[in-house]
């Protein structure tokens, strides 16, 4: 049974910093996965933000290239039972950054379907249920 917890969201000024954290638990089946950070502001179509894949590469959106990063800690892989935290360091925010941002994963895939602009959010197999980020003006 797999597991998706986000943790961290709130408010803060434009320039301000925040971040993120995900844990996530499941049932890996192969050692090939994705998990990631996306958003969705009201209105907007959830977005891919960072995402990482099990081989240890990660990903950004143009967007926030420069100003977010992800930090991992593959906590356990053991009978093909995944653990993992991932999280998202947020600096120089823009109040086009605020929106629901979420923790997914995504079984056996290859790296190549695990960037922002590849991956497709309909196809993950896990999520979180979202934390809210706002950033003022």
């Known amino acids: 049974q797999a597991h998706v917890v986000e943790s961290g969201g709130g408010s803060v000024e434009a320039g301000g910093s925040l971040r993120l954290s995900c844990t996530a638990s499941f049932n890996a089946y192969s050692s090939s996965y994705c998990i990631g950070w996306f958003r969705q502001a009201p209105g907007k179509e959830r977005e891919g933000v960072a995402l990482r894949h099990s081989g240890g590469r990660a990903s950004y959106a143009d967007s926030v290239k420069g100003r977010f990063t992800v930090s991992d800690n593959e906590l356990n892989v053991s009978n093909n039972y995944a653990e993992n935290t991932l999280d998202l360091h947020m600096d120089s925010l823009k109040p086009e950054d605020s929106g629901l941002y979420y923790c997914?994963?995504?079984?056996?895939?290859?790296?190549?379907?695990?960037?922002?602009?590849?991956?497709?959010?309909?196809?993950?197999?896990?999520w979180g249920q979202g934390t809210q980020v706002t950033v003022s003006s």
């Open positions: 997914g994963v995504k079984l056996y895939v290859l790296f190549p379907e695990c960037t922002p602009t590849t991956a497709r959010y309909s196809e993950f197999d896990y």
